[in-house]
């Protein structure tokens, strides 16, 4: 319990983080070097003692309300600090590392967040929850957040570096992603072999590069995602679509808020909805460019796998394929899988498969709510031909980012994003999913042998 002296002291924060933007500017820097002050004098977070851990707990709650009312008061003044008045595009990180340049203690510095992506996720001492405050705060609002999401549609740095090379051979080999262009299609092909195209930070980065290239490739008509040949013991020499997100990785402390669970949704997926976001003399035609796509799904298509059906044009899947969101078993939320299923298998269906962790057989009649196409395995090769040919049609790519506008207006899907920011981060550092990802880890490993 909070005693007298503090919680008037805190009060007292409260107020000043509500004051002119310099006032609580001063106010938070200086409410966040006390809280840092007390953090440090405690041992390391695994060597901590229960009572220890309560009041590092107690003091880094502390330190988020006043983060979170300062957000409340100030985003947009921020945001347009940050900005230079929204006349520039900061990415997800880019914005984060001005933000604690120029507004000590209201995220993690480049310093506390290298120290964290050193250890186990269950040791550090959660400052990602502090982006998630941020960002959160940001996409609430009408104006930084819409501003943000333009940002995050531009196509980035890398892929404008590596686009004349793709447009003139053809074919590019990012790592985790093959990507080839062959009669009129880019084919995406997700090549992590060695953990059944489990994501991570790398493939997130590669994904939205890839994606950026096929936007961006004036011969490019349309997309194709599909998993490769994979060398695991259990699958070798078969295709997999994808089993969602790296655990292993989570629970080594390699999966980040910033770089994996807030730029996969507003980077690559969001881009496969929207398209890429260009400035050229065309334009004012379409701010966007946009092409249908399509998925075909052998194996499974697990967590994060699944969720990337939710965006695409046409899906395909093998006969012997199913789907599953894991949410309930792994903890976490299944990005934007709570905003967009329902749509597809409706409010009962989506709860089974999120909450209760049911999973769908390629064959059973509700698999047709997430595929357009079934087959055998032996004629999903031709079946995948025919769909890239129809979508090839020169009307498909309006029509399909109508219907895409008339089924997810913008401002849902930021209003999603501004919960999820939050409550994801909460997710990754709570004690279940800690125990969770250790456990299926462990598994995992002892699996792969």
């Known amino acids: 319990m909070i005693g007298g002296d503090v919680r008037a002291e805190w009060r007292e924060d409260l107020r000043d983080v509500r004051a002119d933007l310099a006032s609580a500017r001063s106010a938070l820097a200086q409410a966040a070097e006390h809280t840092e002050d007390l953090l440090a004098i405690l041992p390391e977070p695994e060597h901590r ?45 880019e914005l984060s590392l001005a933000a604690a340049a120029a507004f000590p203690g209201l995220v993690p510095t480049v310093e506390q967040l290298a120290v964290d992506r050193g250890r186990p996720q269950a040791h ?72 059944l195209n489990a994501e991570d930070d790398r493939q997130v980065d590669d ?13 490019v008509e349309v997309g194709l995602l599909r998993g490769g040949e994979m060398t695991h013991p259990r699958y070798r020499g078969k295709r997999v679509f994808s089993a969602g997100i790296n ?24 881009k496969l909805l929207r398209g890429v976001l260009v400035e050229d003399d065309a334009a004012w035609r379409s701010p966007t460019v946009q092409k249908p796509w399509v998925a075909a799904v052998d194996a499974f298509a697990i967590g994060g796998g699944a969720q990337l059906l939710l965006v695409f044009d046409h899906v395909l899947a093998a006969s012997d394929a199913y789907f599953s969101l894991p949410a309930a078993r792994e903890g976490i939320i299944p990005g934007a899988a709570n905003f967009r299923l329902t749509r597809f298998g409706g409010p009962r269906l989506s709860r089974q498969v999120i909450l209760e962790g049911r999973r769908i057989l390629a064959t059973e009649p509700e698999a047709r709510l997430l595929v357009d196409e079934v087959h055998d395995p032996d004629r999903l090769d031709e079946a995948v031909e025919d769909s890239l040919r129809r979508l090839r049609g020169p009307a498909v790519a309006a029509n399909r980012g109508m219907l895409n506008l008339a089924e997810e207006s913008p401002d849902e899907f930021r209003r999603y994003m501004a919960e999820f920011a939050l409550q994801q981060a909460l997710r990754t550092y709570s004690e279940d999913v800690l125990h969770k990802v250790g456990r299926f880890s462990a598994e995992k490993e002892v699996q792969s042998r």
Do not use: N, W
């Open 247 to 270: 655990l292993k990785a989570l629970d080594a402390g390699d999966i980040s808020l910033v770089d994996f669970l807030l730029r996969r949704e507003l980077g690559y997926i969001h």
């Open 124 to 195: 550090k001492d959660g400052h990602e929850i502090d982006q998630g405050i941020f960002f959160g705060r940001v996409l609430r609002s009408a104006t930084a957040g819409a501003h943000l999401l333009d940002t995050m549609l531009r196509p980035t740095p890398r892929a404008l570096r590596l686009l004349p090379e793709f447009t003139a051979t053809g074919r590019i080999d990012l790592g985790s992603v093959r990507v080839e262009r062959r009669d009129g299609a880019a084919r995406l092909t997700m090549c992590r072999d060695d953990c």
């Open 49 to 93: 003692t229960s009572v220890q851990r309560a009041a590092a707990e107690a003091a880094k709650d502390a330190a988020r309300a006043l983060r979170c009312a300062f957000m409340d008061t100030h985003a947009d003044a921020v945001y347009d600090e940050l900005t230079h008045g929204r006349t520039r595009g900061l990415r997800l990180a």
């Open 207 to 219: 994904m939205e590069t890839a994606v950026d290239l096929a936007l961006l490739d004036p011969d």
